[in-house]
Each structure stands twice: as C-alpha cells, then as structure tokens.
C-alpha cells in the first residue's frame, strides 16, 4: 500500500489549545490513500474526522506525524483538490453557472476552455436547464450539487468532502449519493468523504475508516467488495452484512447502545 499511495498520514495528531487545557482531537493516525481510490472515514461527532479533512487539505497544521500527498510534504494550504463542505456556500449574485466557474476565474484559467467542462458537470448531476438560475432558487440538494460541480471544474486530482449530505433530507441524500457515484466514476479522483452515516460510507466506498470517539484513533479499515455501479435499490446482503459489523465496532466502544 505505501509504494502505491497517493495520500499518506504516518503518525498523524491533533492537539487544540483551550482554556481548560489542551484537547486531543485525534492522534496515531497512519492511513494510506490509493490514487483514484475512494476513501469513506465514518465515526462519532468530535472525533477528529473534519480535523483529518483540513489538515490533509494544509488548511489545519498537524502537531504530530507527517502528512504528504503525491510524495510532497504538507505543510501549508493544498491547493490542487477540490472540497465541498456541509453547506454549499454559493455566492447569491451569480448564476448556478458562473458559481461554479467561480473556481476557474480565481484560478484565472482559461474560461473558453472549462465552460464545456462546467456545462458537463451540470448536466450528469442533474442541473441541465439551470444553468442561469440564482442559489435562492433551487433546492438544498440541487444547491449540493451545485457545490460539487465547483470543486471539481478544474479537474483537481483530490476531491475531500466533508459531510456534504449533512443538511439534507433522507431522499435528497440518496440521490445525491448516486450523483457523487456517476461524477466518481466518470472522472475517477481521489476521494476523501467524511460522514456520520453507516450506509452512506458503505455504500460509496471502496474502503471505510471507522474511527473511535475523541479522541480518535483509527479502530479498523474495512474493504468494501461492492461492484459498481451500487444501486440503493438493488444491495446485496453483504452491504447490511458491512453496515452491521461496523455498527458492532461501535456499540462495542459504548458509541451505539443497541439492546
């Protein structure tokens, strides 16, 4: 796995200052992520998972370990990935369309060039025909989506996303899921997804991260043999087979009380 890892985390902690003392969000973090593959990290609230996310991204420094991502050591802001967060964050005076060209122009990249790219986007995450209109008028999830196309317009080799269903309704998720499935597939990144969600981990990932309570340590990664395309409607049993046995991991560590 090291020979071939894109992303490396090798002894990786989290210590924040506060008022009462330091707080240890997260530590002994050794992951490694191949190219291309799609990594789901999945754990209780204060874990250390968004940390994780940032400091990978250079937008949290580290305070223990070393991170490095394509053989380079991490240690200020990353900027060639894409992120989407829990909220969309679009910005209300421009179009669904210029949003996501946002990327482009501060990048100061060529417009003509990635306006075919922006209009594909929209068009496989189900935005076709609302290219013109504003944020207010589309729906959370058709917002969602919106913020995914922005990330990956300049075609970034790492996509992080950070618990992007967050804010949505049950059936917003699913299908959002499904959309982040086909644009993964299509244009095969490096994905780091950050969830809450048991399923939604399963269901996207090639490997799933289950993380212990703060302050985190990786409790165990798992393999998901699921082929793709994955169809909510169409799982087979081994998909509650995963689901359950990472949800024995934590009503084992007292996360979940089932009984």
């Not at 050794?30 to 996310?53: D, H, M, Q, W, Y």
């Not at 580290?62 to 991490?74: L, N, P």
């Not at 409607?233 to 979940?256: M, Q």
Request: glycine share 8%.
């Amino acid at each position: 796995m090291a020979e071939e890892a894109y992303i490396t985390l090798d002894g990786v902690g989290k210590v924040y200052p506060s008022k009462a003392g330091p707080v240890e969000a997260c530590g002994d973090i050794n992951l490694a992520i191949r190219r291309s593959e799609f990594v789901a990290v999945v754990g209780p609230s204060g874990c250390g998972k968004t940390t994780i996310l940032k400091m990978i991204a250079g937008l949290q420094p580290y305070t223990a370990g070393s991170i490095q991502i394509d053989g380079r050591r991490v240690d200020g802001p990353h900027t060639d990935l894409g992120i989407v967060f829990q909220d969309a964050i679009l910005l209300d005076w421009r179009s669904v369309l210029e949003n996501v060209m946002l990327q482009v122009d501060i990048r100061k990249l060529d417009r003509a060039a990635y306006l075919p790219v922006a209009r594909h986007l929209l068009d496989i995450t189900g935005l076709k025909g609302f290219e013109n209109h504003k944020p207010f008028e589309l729906s959370g999830g058709m917002r969602q989506r919106a913020s995914i196309c922005r990330a990956l317009v300049h075609d970034p080799p790492l996509l992080l996303m950070d618990e992007p269903f967050g804010a949505l309704d049950a059936l917003t998720r699913e299908q959002i899921s499904m959309d982040i499935q086909r644009v993964w597939m299509e244009k095969r990144k490096t994905a780091l997804f950050i969830t809450h969600s048991i399923p939604e981990a399963v269901l996207l990932a090639d490997r799933v991260v289950v993380m212990s309570p703060r302050p985190g340590r990786i409790v165990e990664i798992i393999d998901i043999d699921l082929p793709r395309p994955r169809r909510i409607d169409r799982l087979p049993p081994i998909f509650t087979d995963y689901t359950n046995r990472i949800r024995e991991i934590f009503k084992a560590r007292g996360v979940l009380a089932m009984d």
